[in-house]
């Protein structure tokens, strides 16, 4: 994780907006596993009052190289405080449609985690589905670099 030198103001404007979050919705549906899960669209629509109400935004940063998308999901406070963190996500499929799902994935996953928000959907199925693709996709270090 990376934080600006304090977080006094964030912590504070943080808190109150945890406690204005709703649990997002379960709009979306995966036909491949018949079951729903908190959308990206749904987890947004929870947050955006709350977060602008209390200072706080988001940005999100994604990119894919070598089988592998990073999103760096950044909260920022009006007063210039930050935290901020990447996650990374293997690529199903080296095309258009596979890096674009992994980023909505992780976009979903990396708001949700700096907000504290429960995942309590059944998409995540689909995560433990292909450990082989995993591996494959963080086969080296430099991966990472």
Not at 31 to 36: E, Q, R
Not at 60 to 81: F, S, W
Request: net charge neutral; hydrophobic share 45%.
């Amino acid at each position: 994780m990376q934080m600006s030198e304090t977080i006094a103001a964030l912590a504070e404007a943080l808190s109150k907006a945890q406690g204005a979050i709703d649990d997002a919705t379960k709009a979306g549906i995966n036909p491949h596993f018949k079951s729903k899960y908190a959308d990206l669209a749904s987890v947004r629509a929870v947050i955006r009052g709350p977060l602008s109400a209390n200072g706080l935004s988001i940005v999100q940063l994604p990119r894919a190289q070598n089988g592998v998308v990073e999103v760096d999901t950044m909260l920022l406070h009006k007063t210039g405080e930050y935290i901020s963190e990447t996650l990374r996500m293997p690529v199903a499929q080296a095309n258009a449609h596979g890096i674009g799902s992994a980023i909505t994935y992780a976009r979903r996953y990396g708001l949700m985690s700096i907000l504290c928000i429960a995942a309590d959907d059944d998409d995540g199925v689909a995560a433990v589905q292909a450990p082989a693709t995993f591996s494959r996709a963080m086969k080296s270090e430099k991966d990472f670099a």
